[in-house]
């Protein structure tokens, strides 16, 4: 068997990471931090799994004739929040595959997630929180937000790539030459980025149940009801006619109209009397 190799980090980041200093890649991220180093993610994200989406053999001309190579494309992610596309190229295919699962892992992102679809109040990061576009080559993907139960409305590369990243209800508009799997993974990959380029309040995030990763449910804020409203339903639940209902919502808005008349009322009968009194002073 294999001995498996001791990681000697070689970059700041890597040593803090072994040291203990950084224990969390989501820290990594909030501070924009380039990862060179594979090691760090085996570290922080133990439990990455990784998908190959295509091997193609190229070829390229040479004074000796021509040299044929592998060429492969593999995602990678934990299927919470984080994923990552990379290619690598060797002579050999398990050369190229190692090579092409480093890269992914150094250009590991983090994915937002939410209930963005109008249809689903669950609160749940099931799908995509907006609607996003990507694009590569002549390849445009469009993920869309779906609601609890649909699935991943898309071809067998997006389908895989968004798995990973822990999305599992979404609907998919694609144009473009889909048969280059390339720019078809790297466009849905760019999708997936654009999630956190969308500037929104933080009341608005919360109303769609938007979380990163290594974050719970989200509780979804909804409007207060009207006390009237509340009653309404309940006389609703019970059987109650429809005029009893009309008369309990005219009353509440009487209730305001009569103040306004009251207060307009009072404040003309108080005026006139005291121009009466400053008349009579005069004479």
Known sequence: MMEEEVWVPRTDLGKK????????????MEKGIPILETGII??????IDSEILDINRVQRRDRS???????????????DGYVGIGQG?????????QKAIQAAKKNLICVRRGCGSWECGCGNPHT??????????????TLIPAPRGVDLAAGDVAKTILQLAGIEDAWSNVKGNTQTTLNFAMAV???????????????????????????????IRRPEEKPTEKIAKELKKEGADKEEIEVIDDSGDDSGDDSGDDSGDDSGDDSG?????EEESKE
């Not at 996003?132 to 390849?139: E, L």
């Not at 929104?200 to 149940?209: F, I, M, V, Y």
């Open 189 to 219: 990959f760019d999708a997936l980025k654009k999630t956190n380029a969308v500037q929104a309040s933080k009341e608005d995030l919360d109303t769609l149940g938007v979380s990163m990763a290594e974050t719970g449910k989200i509780e």
């Open 17 to 28: 990471v072994q040291k203990g200093t950084i224990t969390s890649i989501k820290e990594i």
């Open 273 to 277: 009397d005291d121009s009466g009194d």
């Open 128 to 141: 995509v929180p907006f609607r996003v576009t990507g694009k590569s080559g002549s390849v445009e993907v």
């Open 65 to 79: 004739g021509r040299k044929l190579r592998y060429r492969v494309v593999v995602v990678v992610g934990n299927k």
């Open 42 to 47: 085996d570290r922080l994200i133990p439990n």
């Open 89 to 97: 190229k060797a002579k050999e295919v398990y050369g190229s595959i």
